[in-house]
DNA sequence: TCGCTTCTTGACCAGCCGGTCAAAGTCCTA
DNA sequence: TAGGACTTTGACCGGCTGGTCAAGAAGCGA
């Protein structure tokens, strides 16, 4: 920790622009690594091999290998952030918008199931990458507290923090528990392409009968 | 593999009942191991050394960690095997039934917060445990199927399998996400019985919304 | 009491892990 | 071309892991 070089430190705070090549060939490695092997397959060694680079350096870059993760998950971030905040800024009625959004979710877990599966892992182990997790979460969770703040109350049961946890788990656990229960998908893969289209139309459906309870409890 | 004592394998078919008590002691230990300091604390070192035993015990009764491991997660199934059965035989109209079912779920996992995480990481991380994980859960998709077999297609968007996909993920995801997510509570304690309580009510609110919905469906 | 079976132990092994470090290589500037 | 800073390497360390094994302890029926 407190022995860290000075190299390490001012490398930490670059962009990822100013990276070495082979820094950008651990980052690369260790995300497919993390890809065809899991969390539990990743170490310095085989990350490093992976890359056809010394295992020294990812200390000299990061000074541990609990920081090349938290890059490789900060990366996996950004891009969620980006395909998140396009999907919230599209107009619309609030039905439209969120169903948009449950669209582009659903288009993100389908291409970055891996990135999904390593959320959870920490989130379910309470890994040593929480906290990171955490300040990512948080942050999702401001943009649909924001996108449901006319139709929940700030409080309670039906506030969006409860509707926020509910919705994310559907659209997360179909990823994750699907293939579990894959016995019971007709075809036998709840990934392939009209398996995902059926889960889509109920994902869309859900949403549906909330807006409408919260419609008629508006109502009423 | 092929190498296991003969006494390993005699033993592994065993009850429960017939086991000695050191090998309820390992049990209990690695059960014990497990809620305190997680998956990754689990090895026959620390889990035998926790029950005051010699770590070879644990090879002569299951063969590798491995073994021991399926063990533990076969006890917890059991409970909530139990739990549940008896939540689903319960009468009643089928709401009242579907709201003693959450709550039956809903008291399990308050009290089984370690197995409910052990196996999300088992399915997020694809762990070695999966095909036993992959076993149960699907025991209990038929237990929810046969709850809604009435009012609900066979197949589909608005199938069985896709409502206990989504109910047990709005269970189950608050429990792992919810103390992540505790910045946002008020109180900061997602676990304690006010929020608590206050989910509840909300897995309420969303069971009858999705009942409403279905009612409309059948009738329109 | 003998002898067989079951149980239990501690010593031991190879293999992997994260991390350190001195030395060597590379690059750029003066 | 000299020299200093940055980069890269391979050898090395202690510590942990799952698993094996020969030897001894304990229980038990004859």
């Known amino acids: 920790m407190g022995t860290e070089s000075t190299a390490a430190?001012?490398?930490?705070?670059?962009a990822d622009e100013a990276r070495t090549e082979r820094a950008r060939a651990l980052l690369d490695a260790a995300e497919g690594l993390l890809e065809e092997a899991g969390v539990e397959a990743l170490s310095a060694r085989a990350v490093a091999e992976?890359?056809?680079v010394?295992?020294?350096l990812v200390f000299y870059y990061w000074g541990s290998t609990h920081g090349l993760f938290e890059q490789v998950l900060e990366r996996y971030y950004e891009r969620h952030k980006a395909s998140l905040e396009a999907a919230f800024d599209a107009e619309g009625s609030l039905r439209e918008r969120v169903h948009h959004v449950m669209d582009e979710y659903l288009d993100f877990m389908e291409e970055n199931g891996t990135y999904a599966?390593?959320?959870q892992q920490q989130v379910a182990s309470r890994g040593p990458h929480l906290p990171l997790v955490e300040k990512h979460l948080t942050e999702v969770l401001g943009l649909t507290a924001r996108m449901l703040a006319d139709v929940t109350p700030s409080d309670g049961p039906l506030s969006a923090r409860h509707f926020h946890?509910?919705?994310s788990a559907v659209v997360i656990n179909y990823f994750t528990y699907g293939p579990v229960l894959r016995a019971a998908f007709p075809g036998g893969d709840p990934l392939a392409a009209e398996a995902l289209a059926e889960r889509r139309a109920h994902v869309h459906w859900v949403v549906d009968a909330?807006?409408?309870g919260l419609e008629r409890a508006a109502a009423g």
């Open 9 to 14: 430190v001012a490398r930490e705070g670059d």
């Open 50 to 52: 992976r890359a056809g």
């Open 54 to 56: 010394n295992k020294g």
């Open 117 to 119: 599966r390593v959320v």
């Open 165 to 167: 946890l509910s919705i």
């Open 210 to 212: 909330w807006l409408d």
